[in-house]
Each structure stands twice: as structure tokens, then as C-alpha cells.
């Protein structure tokens, strides 16, 4: 069983940064593909970015390359997101999830979840 806590979040102006945390429970999370999911207001949850178990892959969705970046430092059980240039539209619950090995980008996928956190960006 892995569990996973997000922090972070926050209120920030457009143009703004926030860096996310996602701190996973289990010794053997480094194990574990991590990805970033996210779900606006009347939204589904859709795909962000996904990192493999040793770093060494990395996807992220078309509306957040170039502005987001994961990474993850397995000593620390920890999994991060950088954002930057954040808009309006990248409002929303953020959570990470987390499977064995493989990476992938269907939300499916994922086996552990954690529980959010909230990014609003203001205009």
C-alpha cells in the first residue's frame, strides 16, 4: 500500500510559480511511477505529466510542456512539480497518483492517489 499527500498549492497571480509536493508513505515508492492529474470545476480529470521510477522518462500533457516540470528525489520519497508561467486555466485540484514501474498517462492506470491540492491562478 502506498500513500500519497500533496502540498503546495495555493493562490497566485498569472505569470506566477508554484512548486508542488507529493510525499509518498511507502519505503518502496521508488519503485513507483509517479503522475500529476488535475480537475477543474465541472471537468474531468485529465493528464498533466508522469515521471518513471528512476527519473530517466518523463511525459507531460501539450498544454503544460515547456511550463511544468516533475521530478523526483527517491531518497526523499518525493515527487515535485514545478509550475510556472501559470494561467487561469491551469486552476484546478492537482493530485499525484502513483503504479508499479511503468509510466503511463491514463489516469486507469494509477492503483494510489492522494487526496489534492488546490492551485488557483487569478487573472
Known amino acids: 500500500q502506498v500513500q500519497l499527500v500533496e502540498s503546495g498549492g495555493g493562490l497566485v497571480q498569472a505569470g506566477g510559480s508554484l512548486k508542488l509536493s507529493c510525499l509518498a508513505s511507502a519505503r518502496t515508492s521508488s519503485r513507483f511511477a509517479v503522475g500529476w492529474f488535475r480537475q477543474a470545476p465541472g471537468k474531468e480529470r485529465e493528464f498533466v505529466t508522469t515521471i518513471s521510477w528512476n527519473g530517466a522518462s518523463t511525459y507531460y500533457a501539450d498544454s503544460v510542456k515547456g511550463r511544468f516540470t516533475i521530478s523526483r528525489d527517491n531518497a526523499k520519497n518525493t515527487v515535485y512539480l514545478q509550475m510556472n508561467s501559470l494561467k487561469p486555466e491551469d486552476t484546478a485540484v492537482y493530485y499525484c497518483?502513483?503504479?508499479?514501474?511503468?509510466?503511463?498517462?491514463?489516469?486507469?492506470?494509477?492503483?494510489?492517489w492522494g487526496q489534492g491540492t488546490q492551485v488557483t491562478v487569478s487573472s
Open positions: 497518483a502513483a503504479r508499479f514501474l511503468a509510466v503511463s498517462t491514463d489516469r486507469d492506470a494509477y492503483n494510489y
